[in-house]
């Protein structure tokens, strides 16, 4: 049997792999959509495609207004007790914890946002570090946050995992030289997300086991 190599931190996406955040987000978007543009369809399975970047990447991308972010954020606060944190992450970060390892998020939300909605559904105390969008030079899919991640938790690249459900996040990791773990249980378009070639594939929260054994005493760094 091929022995699995020894890691020392696990970085994270937030949403759609910590947390399902996808109806109200939908709820968000149509809200911002409608206080913005006006009548109409709010387009969020377009938006949904382009999930892993900041906000405003997305709506640059999309042709939509930058003033959709305002109301976009505020209504994502006010609904964020509503995000169901996803089935079995609670047992996966308890036990990636116990082992030694350390956790951060590197997410496309805002920080000030990711840290606010992780301290709200009881998550923030697992997390070393959780890094936003803002906080870095080029977001997604640029390797800038996770990099910033691994300086953060003191972390060789070759001793980490990037877990993530969108192609940006399976680019950002190899960039920085990183192992990439594609999270299928949440994702808007499993063939998209495979076919930027992640390094693993992880069916439930509990599969990134397998490749996260307990760290040596004294870390790896």
Do not use: N
Not at 83 to 95: A, K
Not at 165 to 192: I, L, N
Not at 200 to 212: G, I, T
């Amino acid at each position: 049997m091929t022995a699995v190599a020894a890691r020392s931190a696990v970085i994270f996406d937030l949403d759609g792999v910590l947390v399902d955040s996808h109806e109200v987000m939908g709820r968000a978007f149509a809200a911002a959509y409608a206080e913005v543009v006006g009548d109409g369809p709010a387009p969020f399975a377009e938006y949904q495609r382009y999930q892993g970047l900041y906000f405003p990447q997305i709506m640059r991308t999309m042709g939509l207004p930058l003033q959709m972010e305002e109301p976009f954020v505020r209504e994502s606060y006010r609904l964020a007790g509503q995000v169901p944190v996803v089935d079995g992450i609670v047992d996966l970060l308890d036990t990636l914890r116990a082992r030694g390892l350390r956790l951060a998020v590197a997410t496309g939300k805002a920080g000030v946002r990711a840290r606010s909605l992780l301290e709200t559904l009881g998550l923030i105390t697992y997390f070393d570090h959780v890094i936003g969008s803002d906080e870095v030079a080029d977001p997604k899919p640029a390797p800038d946050i996770v990099l910033q991640a691994l300086h953060r938790l003191g972390a060789r690249a070759e001793a980490a995992i990037m877990v993530g459900d969108a192609p940006a996040d399976v680019r950002s990791a190899r960039g920085a030289g990183v192992t990439s773990a594609a999270a299928t249980w949440a994702t808007v378009d499993e063939d998209e997300l495979l076919g930027a070639g992640p390094d693993l594939v992880l069916k439930r929260p509990a599969d990134l086991l397998a490749w996260c054994p307990p760290a040596p005493v004294g870390g790896l760094g």
